[in-house]
């Protein structure tokens, strides 16, 4: 009989351990992004380094993107095996099946809808972002049960040589060794190949970014002015940026924005989708603005969008950014005034925020 000498799992149990590495990096970083989005009484995020988001959330897309042809050799490697009879067997068995079930059905959902996410391609009819953070609890729980049902196999297959078992009737393909570099390499080259839209210097190779770093003024964009359906009110002459402390209200005109003291910080805006890109914001400290209407700067404030209400026109900024000095509601980008798709006439701008939460076109600023 003619068999494989790829297989076994000697394979299985090593592409596993990278495989496992991996997914729990981009769950421990997706839970980050999440609460910063959706925050806890008991969650901690700080403002420094300016750069922490960026990379948290350039982890959690390199390693989702990593894992892809990981898990298509762990699964060529143990095909075989899924077919073996009995299909269902004793409780161990059953247990076992259950969770590799589980596990590859949710690990593919996971990879596939956050892979077309960077892409800002949706071909599905469910809100990604509920739906991504739901099934991470499914897929990590399978993990977790399926390496306690197998962690003998395991333990005993990494303490094996790669080619003991190789079957010695005719085996044919190549190596286990090669396969193992095999997928060390394609992981490491579908890395390479989206990672620049994190990683500026990497951005010439990385011929698959969905983000190529251009875009107005220097910085991409994912939603544009005319998407938000503001392109009338942000350019409107009676615009106000309207600042509300319980009965104290102040309107602002752009030009009294400008009069106000300006501070220009660089700081990097870095999306969801991986993508992040440095730049110089100019505009009026955030305190500065609370404080004009008898605020105390530590507090939380409602930053509130022209756009139409949505998942993301009113984000919640917590006391430790509004009373940052870093924490801009930004007039200029990079030397000259926004550009309208990047949120003219004003927008905020805060160290270690998801560029979803950095609300363009702000309308109203209401401290909690």
Not at 35 to 62: C, D, M, N
Not at 96 to 112: C, D, N, T
Not at 320 to 344: C, F, M, P, W
């Amino acid at each position: 009989m003619i068999t494989s000498a790829s297989r076994g799992t000697a394979v299985t149990a090593r592409v596993g351990v990278a495989l496992g590495v991996a997914i729990a990096t981009c769950f421990l970083t997706g839970l980050i992004s999440h609460f910063i989005q959706h925050p806890q009484p008991w969650f901690y995020w700080p403002t420094r380094p300016v750069w922490l988001y960026r990379l948290t959330q350039g982890l959690h897309v390199a390693t989702g993107i990593a894992a892809i042809p990981l898990l298509i050799v762990k699964l060529w490697s143990v095909w075989p095996k899924l077919f073996e009879r009995p299909i269902i067997g004793g409780p161990v068995r059953v247990l076992e099946r259950g969770s590799i079930l589980v596990l590859v059905a949710s690990m593919v959902f996971q990879l596939s809808t956050g892979l077309v996410n960077t892409a800002h391609w949706y071909p599905f009819g469910f809100f990604f972002t509920t739906s991504h953070y739901a099934m991470a609890w499914v897929a990590f729980g399978a993990l977790v049960v399926h390496i306690g049902v197998k962690l003998p196999v395991i333990r005993q297959a990494l303490g094996e040589p790669l080619e003991s078992d190789v079957p010695s009737g005719g085996a044919i393909g190549p190596s286990r060794r090669t396969v193992l570099v095999g997928a060390g390499l394609a992981a490491g080259l579908a890395t390479l190949v989206t990672v620049g839209q994190t990683v500026p210097w990497l951005r010439r190779v990385s011929v698959l970014a969905p983000r190529s770093g251009e875009g107005p003024q220097g910085v991409p964009i994912n939603r544009s002015a005319f998407a938000a359906g503001v392109l009338a009110s942000a350019r409107a002459p009676e615009y106000r940026l309207t600042v509300v402390n319980g009965s104290t209200t102040r309107a602002f005109t752009v030009a009294e924005l400008q009069a106000m003291p300006q501070t220009t910080h660089r700081l990097p805006i870095s999306c969801v989708e991986g993508w992040s890109a440095n730049a110089e914001w100019t505009g009026v400290i955030l305190g500065e603005l609370i404080r004009a209407v008898g605020a105390d700067p530590d507090s939380d404030v409602r930053m509130i969008s022209l756009e139409p209400p949505g998942p993301y026109s009113r984000t919640t900024l917590p006391a430790r950014h509004s009373r940052d000095d870093q924490t801009l509601i930004a007039l200029k980008l990079n030397g000259e005034v926004l550009d309208i798709d990047h949120g003219y006439p004003c927008r905020l701008i805060a160290p270690t925020r998801p560029g979803v939460l950095q609300t363009k076109w702000l309308s109203r600023i209401e401290v909690l």
